[in-house]
Nanobody, 114 residues
């Protein structure tokens, strides 16, 4: 299993970013996919989850109505559209899948600062 995140960077408060996670090594269309984040000095937390067919999504309360998770099963890719970004969204963002165990990408840094 390989998960490769991209799309992070520095953005001003109120701005937007779109993260991507390219997956390989497993049957992507059969599994839930999630985004997590970890801020300095804090535990890793779930940000959003999407079912295998995109029929349902779930979000942390802190990002509801601002972030949107989506997936393209033809491209083996999951996305996280982040709008109205706040300084407290600053973190390393990780893609995650649980097949026989948890798998993680290397993470992509998102920094929200003026």
């Amino acid at each position: 299993v390989q998960l490769v995140e991209s799309g992070g960077g520095l953005v001003q408060p109120g701005g937007s970013l779109r993260l991507s996670c390219a997956a390989s090594g497993f049957t992507f269309s059969s599994y839930f996919m999630s985004w997590y984040r970890q801020a300095p000095g804090k535990e890793r937390e779930m940000v959003a989850t999407i079912t295998s067919t995109s029929s349902n999504t779930d979000y942390a309360d802190s990002v509801k109505d601002r972030f949107t998770i989506s997936r393209d099963n033809a491209k083996n890719t999951v996305y996280l559209q982040m709008n109205s970004l706040r300084p407290e969204d600053t973190a390393v963002y990780y893609c995650n899948v649980w097949t026989t165990r948890d798998y993680w990408g290397q993470g992509t840094q998102v920094t929200v600062s003026s």
